[in-house]
């Protein structure tokens, strides 16, 4: 019952209302109120206080969750990790949007003729990483780097190459001095993607616009709004543009599966592991 309280004490604080809470653990609002409720005797103090049409934690409640967040984590792991998974159990997934467009939308079509209770959510990579640590998800497919410390086995399926998509006719001509080309890019700001700035900048790159979608900068491309970055596996939803696509020597961003050490352990989630290594050896040794 503590662990429940805890649990939705975290939500709340990233989701701001009761509704969203109980959506996210599939329960009524009036459960979400009566756990945080049992919480607040529980502790003898006050931790969520109305903000508008919002609920905001009170400075105990904040204190109480920064103390306890990482050991909330391994708790939440620890449990996921000893549930039984039946064949019919759900198996939570948590991928990447631009790694399920580009890589395996087919391979998921397919496999789930053999499974088909994979229970697939689309995130960034750090809030994968998160999903992953804390037993929400079995499995996660994530890009760019990875932070260190995170916690989690990684196996790298690919190295995924960068092409510039439009009006640049080569991307490796020289530049006048000190003079920097214009591209679109995603966010480079997230975690994930921070490392890509210095490279870009070598190459004589920088964002006029950085988005948070690559859907956004698929459009943009197909629009003509060039140059755009983009990933290789990304390119086939661009058209016409996609196959005139420029690569960008030595500029690159790894795929990687992340998985709690134990989930090996058990079979389904094996079996998939190794159908996706197999899956992704396959672009490995295929050149776009």
Known sequence: MLLEGLETLSLLASEGT?????SRLYISQSAVSKRIA???QRLGKKLIEPDGRQIRLTPQAQALLERLAPSLAEM???LADSQTLFD??????????????????RFIHDYLG?????????????????KVRSGEALLGICAGRLPPGHGLDADVLLEEPFYLVGNEPNPTRPTTAGAMRKILTMDLDN????????????????????????LALIE???????????PAGLLGLVGE??????????????????????????????????????HFRHYSDTPR
Do not use: W
């Not at 690569?247 to 996706?276: D, H």
């Open 18 to 22: 009761m509704a969203k809470v109980a």
């Open 38 to 40: 049992q919480l607040e």
């Open 76 to 78: 939440k792991g620890v």
């Open 88 to 105: 019919q159990t759900p198996l939570p997934i948590a991928c990447s949007e631009t790694l399920l467009a580009g890589y395996l939308a």
């Open 114 to 130: 053999q499974d088909p209770h994979l229970a697939l959510s689309t995130h960034h990579t750090p809030v994968i990483l998160t």
């Open 191 to 214: 975690p994930a993607n921070r490392y890509l700035r210095e490279p870009l900048a070598a190459l004589g790159f920088e964002p006029a616009m950085e988005l948070d979608s690559y």
């Open 220 to 230: 943009l491309a197909k629009a003509g709004m060039g140059p755009v970055l983009l």
């Open 241 to 278: 543009q996609g196959e005139m696509a420029c690569p960008l020597p030595g500029l690159g961003r790894p795929l990687y599966l992340v998985y709690r050490q134990s989930s090996l352990k058990r079979e389904r989630i094996a079996r998939l592991v190794s159908a996706l290594h197999q």
